[in-house]
C-alpha cells in the first residue's frame, strides 16, 4: 500500500471507524515506522473535532444568499422564446447526396430492367432450342 493511500484511508478510519484506525496504524508501525507522527496526530484532531448542528440563523442567510445568487444569474442569462415550430437546417456533405442519388438510379434502373424482360419460354426437355 502507497503511503498516501494508507493515509487516505487512516484519515477516514479516524472519523468513521477507530478500530480500523489502529489496525492501519499498526500496519504503519511495521512498513513506515515515519507516518506514525502524522498518524498521530491525525488521530487527536479526530478526537477534538466534534460534529456540530450549523445554527438555524446560518442556514436562513445561507439559504437566502443562494437564492439571491441563483436570482442574479438568471437574471444575466438572455430570454430565449420561441414563437413557432422550430426549422432545423441539417447540412448534408455532397458526396452523401451523391450516393443517395446513385443508389436511387441503381435501384430504378434495375426495376426497369426486370419489367422490360420479355418472357421467353422455358424449354421442355427433349424439344430442340430454336433460335431467335
Do not use: C, F, N
Request: glycine share 4%.
Amino acid at each position: 500500500m502507497r503511503l498516501i493511500e494508507l493515509l487516505a484511508r487512516h484519515g477516514d478510519a479516524v472519523l468513521s471507524s477507530p478500530e480500523t484506525a489502529a489496525e492501519l496504524v499498526s500496519h504503519a508501525a511495521e512498513t513506515a515506522p515515519a507516518l506514525l507522527d502524522l498518524m498521530d496526530l491525525a488521530q487527536h484532531l479526530g478526537e477534538a473535532l466534534v460534529p456540530v448542528e450549523p445554527r438555524p440563523a446560518y442556514l436562513a442567510s445561507l439559504k437566502a444568499d443562494l437564492w439571491r445568487a441563483h436570482t442574479a444569474y438568471l437574471a444575466d442569462e438572455p430570454e430565449v422564446r420561441v414563437a413557432g415550430p422550430v426549422r432545423r437546417s441539417i447540412r448534408v456533405h455532397p458526396l452523401a447526396i451523391a450516393a443517395v442519388v446513385t443508389s436511387v438510379l441503381g435501384s430504378v434502373v434495375a426495376v426497369v430492367a426486370i419489367l422490360s424482360r420479355r418472357r421467353r419460354p422455358v424449354p421442355v426437355a427433349g424439344t430442340p432450342i430454336s433460335a431467335a
